[in-house]
């Protein structure tokens, strides 16, 4: 087993983020066990309450939704929580414990709004062996129609309220788990975090219709002529579900977030990791394509991870999350491109243009010279701005470059497409001739020099604006790296060049 695919969440240890989702691949001991023997890092047992808790399926309960080429795309249940007593669960998690210690057991339970019976079926799941709780505030259909799942998850103070009782009762860590059957799904995740859950669990199932008999004209699935709204799964669901994971994450830092929905392969659950879910659940990826498909899940994340030189699958937990923004902004990333592109045509077209003008486009920093004493130190430190979302929208690329070893001609292409500069005396001088129609310019001395007066004076003259800072060497890397972030975002980006 891949040791850059484990990953501690809540004091928990998984051996890898994939867990199976509570439903049909987690309905009683046999099947947990087949989950973990395949290798899934965590499993999290179908829904189970107090054993006087009315569970009467129907049949049939399940509908799919297919694409013209006969895929399965979509998926729609209208089953119930266990209708197993609640004391064969108690026997199940002991034996699965029994049988995998190493996997993480997930109790998932339900109530009806009572305190007692929440803080006793969550203290007999404990101590029947589940290392953590999920809270059902989420099923979308059948029990809501008696104020259980989603409609207990659709009220925050509810969510607030129970998750309490719940961490009153047990000292394992608690995820509520989210209804998407809401307008903004993280009031509830806030609200479970106040009442003391570890994390939350998202999505359940939306509320659906699968389609209709068009001889018959009954809804699907068709019980004696009739049907109820269920809960849609499977790959179509899973834009919302990296919606409201990524809505999550930016609402709640640091709040551990299961992420759920529509995972069929390793890119759905890379995708689930990159808006900011630690661990990921599919359930019916597992009843569509049985226990097995842990293995691709396994083989192409570590195969991205490889790809892209990640040392651990921490290491991408939210990294795409710093990307979203308002459309507003998006506007103005694109005038400002647009801008930039008709400033790098004026200037390719100036007497001054000898050299290729292509990248002109993005931010860059460079480490000039060798002269700088704490070298790779720097270099690092800097990097850490890499991928750092600033609210100008400049980017920030760090490339080493051996300022003295390049010809005349790269040392001036070096220069254009680069805005902020970090290095020792001279390194600006270049800048300021060549990139005269520059709106803003950055320097940054290593070696104490004052001719960054001289460049203020002729960035004044020219009605750029400008920034300078001498640092002496050896270098306070992150003094460096603090004064860098605060110049980049102090640049006016939207006046042209
Ligand atoms: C047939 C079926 C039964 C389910 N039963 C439960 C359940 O008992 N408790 C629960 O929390 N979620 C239940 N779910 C929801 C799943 O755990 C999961 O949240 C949802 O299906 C979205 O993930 P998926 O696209 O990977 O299936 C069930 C889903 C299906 C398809």
């Not at 209708?83 to 997930?106: Q, R």
């Not at 001889?215 to 790959?235: A, C, D, I, M, N």
């Amino acid at each position: 087993m891949s040791s850059k695919l484990a990953i501690e969440v809540d004091g928990l240890r998984f051996q890898n983020p994939f867990v199976i989702g509570s439903g049909p691949p987690s309905t009683n001991a046999k099947i947990m066990n087949k989950a973990f023997a395949a290798g899934w890092g965590g499993v999290v047992a179908k829904t189970t309450a107090l054993t006087d808790t009315e569970v009467v399926n129907v049949q049939p309960r399940y509908g799919k939704l297919r694409s013209k080429s006969r895929d399965n795309v979509g998926f729609q249940n209208i089953e119930l929580i266990s209708d197993a007593p609640f004391e064969k669960w108690e026997d199940w998690f002991k034996e699965v414990k029994d049988t995998h210690p190493e996997g993480v057991l997930i109790g998932s339970i339900m109530e009806s709004y009572d305190k007692g019976r929440w803080q006793e079926v969550a203290a007999r799941s404990v101590e029947a062996g589940c290392d953590a709780l999920e809270l059902n505030f989420s099923c979308p259909h059948g029990h809501p129609e008696s104020g259980m799942g989603a409609a207990m998850g659709q009220d925050p103070a509810q969510v607030r309220e129970v998750t309490a009782w719940v961490c009153e009762a047990v000292n394992v860590p608690v995820w509520a788990k989210m209804t998407p059957n809401i307008t903004d799904i993280t009031r509830p995740a806030l609200a479970a975090r106040e009442g003391g859950a570890a994390g939350v669990s998202a999505i359940n199932t939306i509320l659906s219709c699968i389609g209709i008999n068009l001889k018959t004209l009954r809804p699907l699935p068709t019980v004696e002529g009739h049907s109820t709204f269920g809960g849609y799964s499977y790959l179509a669901v899973k834009p919302i579900a990296l919606r409201m994971v990524a809505q999550i994450a930016q609402a709640a830092p640091g709040f551990s977030i299961s992420g759920i929905g529509g995972v069929t392969s390793s890119t759905d659950a890379i995708e689930h990791i990159l808006v900011g879910a630690s661990t990921v659940q599919s359930c019916t990826g597992p009843m569509l394509q049985g226990m097995k498909m842990v293995s691709e899940l396994i083989e192409g994340t570590e195969a991205f991870l490889d790809e892209h030189g990640f040392d651990s699958i921490s290491d991408i937990v939210g990294k795409s999350l710093p990307f979203f923004t308002t459309h507003h902004h998006l506007v103005e990333l694109q005038q400002e491109k647009r801008r930039r592109k008709e400033a790098e045509k004026r200037f390719c077209d100036s007497a001054r243009s000898f050299f290729d003008c292509a990248k002109l486009g993005h931010l860059g920093i460079r480490k000039l010279g060798r002269s700088v004493r704490n070298d790779g130190e720097v270099v690092r430190a800097l990097k850490s701005l890499e991928g750092r979302a600033f609210p100008n929208g400049a980017r920030v690329t760090v490339r080493d470059v051996d300022y003295s070893s390049l010809s005349f001609e790269d040392q001036i292409k070096t220069n254009l497409d680069t805005d902020v500069m970090v290095g020792p005396h001279g390194a600006g001088l270049m800048h300021n001739i060549f990139m005269p129609d520059r709106a803003a310019l950055v320097e940054l001395f290593i070696d104490g020099s004052s001719a960054n007066r001289h460049f203020h004076n002729l960035a004044r003259w020219q009605g750029r604006s400008y920034y300078g800072s001498a640092f002496s060497n050896p270098v306070r890397a992150q003094q460096l790296v603090s004064v860098v972030a605060g110049a980049v975002s102090s640049l006016d980006l939207s006046k042209p060049y």
